[in-house]
C-alpha cells in the first residue's frame, strides 16, 4: 500500500505513520526527518535546508521534489509517507513520479488549533532513535531521557512558540488547499486526529480499511 499522511503541525503525523507503517510493514519515509537528519549532518542538503526549517517554512519544492523522487526511487514500493506533498505542485510531482498506481489513500488528520499548540510546545523527541514524547500525556519513564536508547531528550528548534505560529500560518496559506485537490481525486479519509494516540490510531486503520492488530489476553466483549 501506498498511504500519504497530510494535516497541520503537530496533528500526529508522525506518530500515526509511524505506526501504520509498522502494522502494514512498510519503509515509513518521513520528510522532516530526512531534512533534521541532512541538517544535523552538515550535507549541501541540510545547510540550504536550515535557512528554511528553523523559521517554519516551506523548504522550496524543486529541493523536496527531487529529494522524495529518490527516496521513492531507491527504497519503496509500497510506503507510508508523511509531510509530502505540502503544496499542489509537490502534489502533482507525486503523481508524475508514481505513475498509474499512483497512491492508495491521504489520511487528512486534523484537530483544533489549541490542542496543535499544547501538542508541540510539550514536544519532546530522541534526537538519535527520533522517538517523540510529550511532556504530560507520553512522558519518558525517565526524565529527559529517551526510553528506547536512553539518549538526552530535546526540543526541536521549530518547536518555539513564534515558530510554531509561523508554521501553522504557512500550513493554512500552502498547505491547505491540497485538502480540496485529494478530496476531487476520490483520495482524501478525514480523520479526527484528537483523543488517545490508540483511539486515533483504530480511526486511522479504519480509514484504510485494515484490520486493528488484536490486543493478547483482551477480553471478548
Ligand atoms: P515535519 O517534521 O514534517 O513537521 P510538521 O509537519 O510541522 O509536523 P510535526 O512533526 O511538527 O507534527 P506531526 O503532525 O508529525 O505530529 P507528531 O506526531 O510529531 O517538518 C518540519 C519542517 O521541515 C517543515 O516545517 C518544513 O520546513 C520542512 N519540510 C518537511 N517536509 C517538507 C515538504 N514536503 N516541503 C517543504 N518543506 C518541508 O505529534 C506532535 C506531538 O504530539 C508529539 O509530542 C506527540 O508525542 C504528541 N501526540 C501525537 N499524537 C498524540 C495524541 N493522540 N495524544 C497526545 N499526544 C499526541
Keep these: 500500500m501506498r498511504i500519504v499522511f497530510f494535516g497541520p503541525p503537530g496533528v500526529g503525523k508522525g506518530t500515526q505513520a509511524h ?8 519503509p515509513l519515509i518521513a520528510t522532516g526527518d530526512v531534512l533534521r537528519e541532512a541538517i544535523a549532518s552538515g550535507s549541501t542538503l541540510g545547510l540550504k535546508a536550515a535557512e528554511y526549517v528553523s523559521k517554519g517554512e516551506l ?3 524543486d529541493v523536496m521534489i527531487a529529494l522524495v523522487k529518490d527516496l521513492i526511487e531507491r527504497r519503496a514500493h509500497d510506503f507510508v509517507l508523511d509531510g509530502f506533498p505540502r503544496t499542489v505542485k ?4 507525486l503523481k508524475r513520479a508514481l505513475g498509474e498506481k499512483g497512491i492508495d489513500a491521504v489520511i487528512g488528520l ?7 499548540i499544547e501538542r508541540l510546545s510539550q514536544r519532546r523527541v530522541c534526537p538519535r532513535c527520533k522517538r517523540n514524547y510529550h511532556l504530560t500525556l507520553n512522558p519518558p519513564k525517565r526524565t529527559g531521557r529517551c526510553d528506547s536508547c536512553g539518549s538526552p531528550l530535546v526540543q526541536r528548534e521549530d518547536d518555539r512558540e513564534s515558530v510554531i505560529k509561523r508554521r501553522i500560518e504557512v500550513y493554512t496559506k500552502e498547505s491547505q488547499p491540497l485538502v480540496e485537490w485529494y478530496r476531487g481525486k476520490g ?3 478525514e480523520v479526527d486526529g484528537t483523543g ?6 483504530a480511526r486511522v486503520c479504519g480509514a ?10 483482551r477480553q471478548s466483549p
Design 19 to 26: 505506526l501504520l507503517a509498522q502494522r502494514l510493514n512498510v
Design 59 to 61: 523548504v522550496p519544492d
Design 90 to 93: 509537490q502534489a502533482e510531482a
Design 110 to 116: 486534523c484537530a483544533p488549533l489549541d490542542l496543535l
Design 187 to 189: 483520495l482524501l479519509r
Design 196 to 201: 488517545a494516540v490508540s483511539q486515533v490510531f
Design 208 to 217: 484504510v480499511e485494515i484490520a486493528q492488530p488484536r490486543t493478547p489476553n
